[in-house]
């Protein structure tokens, strides 16, 4: 979300004529957009602005403004501790940057500019053309999050729940296909809780997929709670979209879950695994998890390690917990760290090996994929097949924004490489 947002900002500051730089030594204004997700954020947005200063120690400073998360929920420490930032802008003040950035040209006192304006946010948003030009791209359809799970800063730097508008995203999205997007992925820190005038997250889906030259669609993250019957279905009414669903879990025990406030259980988690699977058996799943949450016992673990190998997730996300200030787990009694990080090893040593064997079984295989860029080394090409997985190919075609048939060779943890065997840009798409 941050990068569509980086984007986007992007182009708003093109409207008072500052440009994109490469070069950071020649930067008269510099934008760092942050996440606050894990522990230290603030230290890394000092450690970042002490290594501007050292670049700009003989030279004129340039405007410096903190975005994000990090700016929403310590925008006060930041200005109060660093007095080489000058604004803080939170992630749903952004049309107020252009403003923002006049003001600092003029006086330079040091602003704060956090209020929650995420309708003003979007409508500024809709103004102006998104000239994002990337093969697969971003586009943000849903913000906020109304379920509070006791460890996530999401609702206090987010906001509420909004869904934006489907005309608008359906017009945005007209307007990344022209600029040569074949996959658009849609985003939401709840995406599946998109609901804009009873159009759901499937409606818009479908509308969508019936833009010409799109091939792929994906959407993330989904919560378990919101998954319902019309979005399940539309993985098999809509063959642009990808199979592969990031659903977290977070833990595989209901008693963590329940103290997480999740609102699910592993039961319906696992009902929500069987019934895509039924429509589609080519689905895979990925999934983040917590490991070491306040209150976990060693069953409670061994529950999440089943949850593991029952579902055999393609790739898992897991972190020891990081109690973050404000919410209402950060007080909690913590797990022994040691103890905590030894689950951990042990979590992601399993994860590592579901995820090797799952690759080894995709050699001599066929896939299809979607190739987004040319690589620095002479004729090799970067995609991602129908799971996201990454895939390099040797070509002397230009292969990008192209879609092939890929028989695997090898691969690792990271990236497969394969050769191509059949031409799938005639394939008919129709959702
Ligand atoms: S559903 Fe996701 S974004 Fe919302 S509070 Fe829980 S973890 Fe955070």
Redesign the pocket.
Same mark, same amino acid.
């Given at each position: 979300m941050n990068e569509y947002d980086s984007n986007r900002i992007l182009d708003l500051i093109k409207k008072i004529k500052y440009e994109p730089t490469q070069n950071l030594n020649e930067a008269n204004c510099y934008i760092l957009n942050t996440c606050h997700i894990r522990e230290k954020a603030t230290d890394k947005v000092f450690h970042e602005i002490g290594r501007l200063k050292k670049k700009f120690r003989n030279k004129p400073k340039p405007i410096v403004l903190i975005a994000g998360c990090v700016a929403q929920a310590e925008g006060d420490i930041l200005l109060k501790r660093e007095k080489y930032i000058d604004a803080v802008i939170g992630p749903q003040s952004y049309h107020k940057i252009n403003d923002t950035i006049s003001k600092l040209e003029k006086q330079l006192s040091p602003i704060d500019v956090t209020e929650f304006d995420v309708i003003e946010k979007f409508d500024s948003f809709n103004t102006y053309k998104n000239t994002d030009n990337k093969i697969s791209s971003f586009l943000t359809i849903q913000e906020g @999050?109304d379920?509070? @799970?006791k460890f @996530?800063v999401?609702?206090y730097t987010r906001g509420p729940e909004y869904s934006r508008s489907s005309t608008e995203l359906i017009m945005e999205a007209n307007q990344l296909v022209e600029n040569g997007a074949r996959e658009i992925i849609l985003l939401g820190?709840?995406v599946n809780a998109y609901n804009y005038k009873e159009n759901k997250l499937s409606d818009l889906i479908l509308e969508i997929s019936k833009i010409k030259n799109l091939k792929r669609i994906r959407y993330t993250t989904s919560?378990p709670k919101d998954f319902t019957e019309d979005l399940i279905e539309i993985h098999k009414n809509c063959k642009k979209l990808m199979p592969l669903i990031h659903l977290p879990v977070q833990s595989g025990s209901n008693k963590i879950l329940e103290a997480m406030n999740r609102k699910h259980t592993v039961e319906e988690y696992l009902k929500i695994c069987k019934k895509l699977l039924k429509i589609n058996p080519e689905i895979k799943f990925s999934s983040d998890f917590i490991v070491g949450y306040p209150g976990e016992t060693k069953d409670d673990f061994k529950n999440t390690i089943k949850l593991v190998n029952q579902i055999g997730f393609i790739n898992s996300f897991s972190f020891m917990f990081s109690a973050r200030p404000g919410t209402p787990a950060y007080d909690l009694v913590r797990v022994d760290e040691s103890e905590a990080k030894n689950r951990l090893i042990k979590f992601q040593s399993i994860a590592e090996d579901i995820k090797t064997s799952y690759r080894k079984s995709l050699i001599n295989k066929t896939v299809n994929v979607l190739f987004e860029n040319s690589m620095k080394k002479e004729n090799r090409y970067f995609g991602r097949d129908e799971h996201f997985n990454a895939v390099i190919v040797q070509s002397k075609q230009d292969l990008t924004g192209k879609i092939k048939n890929v028989k695997i060779i090898k691969g690792n943890q990271n990236t497969l490489y394969g050769e191509i065997t059949l031409n799938l840009d005639q394939t008919n798409y129709a959702a």
């Open positions: @999050c379920k509070f @799970c @996530c999401v609702p820190q709840n919560h």
